[in-house]
Nanobody
Framework: QVQLVESGGGLVQAGGSLRLSCAAS????????MGWYRQAPGKQRELVAAITSARSTNYADSVQGRFTISRVNSKNTVYLQMNHLKPEDTAVYYC??????????????WGQGTQVTVSS
């Protein structure tokens, strides 16, 4: 059974940095894609950043240049380095891991979420 365990959230002042980590267990192979999503109160969950097993990355426009996603395939671990944090980055951050298949379908797994709060 796949489990994703996140760590690294917390409270930080605007302009500060945090690093989120997510370790996946229970998988027999590397996930095709891993990433981070976030959900702020009253808003829909949105993609923050994603990375494939080939290390191709994709970022939301709002975090481009401030956040960096990375992964260690052999450990099924993904990281999110967040710099120059802004109050609007405040949200619950969720780790995602997915197997993708021909035809576009995918199997998604989610972490429990970690709170990131940025004070002004």
């Amino acid at each position: 059974q796949v489990q994703l365990v996140e760590s690294g959230g917390g409270l930080v002042q605007a302009g500060g940095s945090l690093r989120l980590s997510c370790a996946a267990s229970g998988s027999g192979r590397s996930f095709n894609a891993m990433g981070w999503y976030r959900q702020a109160p009253g808003k829909q969950r949105e993609l923050v950043a994603a990375i494939t097993s080939a290390r191709s990355t994709n970022y939301a426009d709002s975090v481009q240049g401030r956040f960096t996603i990375s992964r260690v395939n052999s450990k099924n671990t993904v990281y999110l380095q967040m710099n120059h944090l802004k109050p609007e980055d405040t949200a619950v951050y969720y780790c995602n891991a997915a197997y993708t298949f021909l035809g576009g379908s995918r199997s998604d797994y989610w972490g429990q979420g970690t709170q990131v709060t940025v004070s002004s």
